[in-house]
């Protein structure tokens, strides 16, 4: 048997929550790993696992925020050992060409 040197295993909520709100998607998330926690734990104490997670929000703004509950957050950093966010936005270029000169802000 070859092992190969690394695997990944993701769970996206794309597609599965009818909503653009981080803290949909983070709820919806939460509710189904808080009861595979046993699970989750046992992959984790293997050598060489790391496990992360990712919050990706893409916006059409040069600036955007998001909260989200603590104990969601809390329930959620509790299974990995960090949390990635990206944020991303559209570049000043694309946006520029969206407005007239003299109409930018």
């Not at 769970?11 to 509710?31: C, I, K, M, Q």
Request: proline share 8%.
């Amino acid at each position: 048997m070859i092992r190969r040197p690394w695997g990944l295993w993701q769970y996206s909520t794309s597609g599965r929550v009818p909503s653009n709100s981080v803290e949909d998607h983070a709820r919806f998330l939460w509710d189904q790993l808080r009861t595979r926690r046993a699970a989750i734990e046992k992959v984790r104490s293997q050598p060489g696992v790391y496990c992360d997670l990712r919050i990706w929000l893409e916006v059409s703004d040069c600036v955007a925020s998001f909260a989200l509950p603590s104990e969601i957050l809390l329930g959620l950093c509790s299974l990995c050992q960090d949390v990635n966010l990206s944020i991303i936005t559209t570049p000043p270029e694309d946006r520029s060409k969206a407005a007239p000169p003299g109409n930018r802000m």
